[in-house]
């Protein structure tokens, strides 16, 4: 059984570029997550793909989108850099139901650096 | 909004005693609650969680108490270990997505 997979693990990308970052969910799951860790803080939530359509959004801004393929593979799009962009990206697999008795499963995150 | 809070950054405890780790929410529509673990360098580890319809659970040496009158829960594990020197985030979430987390807060155990 194949954990989560994210690529690539540290990025740095000047502001105002535009960022792909990459995940593969583990083996049965159709659900991903994305989160962003700040330094010093807790995941923020992002936002959630099912079944390739966006199940949930927090609380970014529109230059933040997602896509999630067929194989439940999903993209993390953010356009227009900021410096503030700078954080760790979390992806995270689950079953659709019930997530909060097993949990989810992240990935070891992409590490954006924005200059 | 920080709808889940973790006030302790840190917490130092001896190999062997008893590590108590607090989180406290606001939103009192979460329907469960987890505990999360994290090395450097690693994401999140699911550790354990609870339904919002019990009080404890437990699994080995760890236990997550909830009391929602006070709306607040606790993770203790006894008896704390070295290995368990990691940053762990207590989680909530409200239907299957929108999963919240706090803060972290920083275990270290000594031997």
């Known amino acids: 059984e194949t954990g989560v997979t994210q690529s690539p693990t540290h990025l740095i990308k000047t502001r105002g570029q535009q960022v792909t970052l990459r995940c593969s969910s583990q083996s049965g799951h159709n659900t991903v997550s994305w989160y962003q860790q700040a330094l010093g803080q807790g995941p923020q939530f992002i936002f959630q793909?099912?079944?390739?359509?966006?199940?949930g959004r927090g609380n970014f801004p529109p230059r933040f989108s997602g896509l999630q393929f067929p194989n439940y593979s999903s993209e993390l799009n953010v356009n227009a850099l900021e410096l503030d962009d700078s954080a760790l990206y979390l992806c995270a697999s689950s079953f659709p139901l019930p997530t909060g008795l097993s949990g989810y499963t992240f990935g070891s995150g992409t590490r954006l650096t924005v200059v | 909004d920080q709808q889940v809070k973790q006030n302790s950054p840190s917490l130092s405890v001896q190999e062997g005693r008893i590590s108590i780790l607090n989180c406290d929410y606001t939103?009192?529509?979460?329907?469960?609650f987890l505990w999360y673990k994290k090395y450097p360098a690693e994401g999140p580890t699911f550790l354990i969680s609870i339904s919002s319809i019990k009080d404890k659970n437990e699994d080995g040496r760890f236990t997550v108490f909830l009391n929602k009158s006070a709306k607040h829960l606790s993770l203790h594990i006894v008896p704390s270990q070295p290995g368990d020197s990691a940053v762990y985030f207590c989680?909530?979430?409200?239907?299957?997505?929108?999963?919240?987390f706090g803060a972290g807060t920083r275990l270290t155990v000594k031997p």
């Open positions: 939103n009192s529509m979460f329907d469960y």
């Open positions: 989680a909530a979430s409200r239907g299957n997505n929108d999963m919240r």
């Open positions: 793909y099912y079944r390739e359509e966006e199940n």
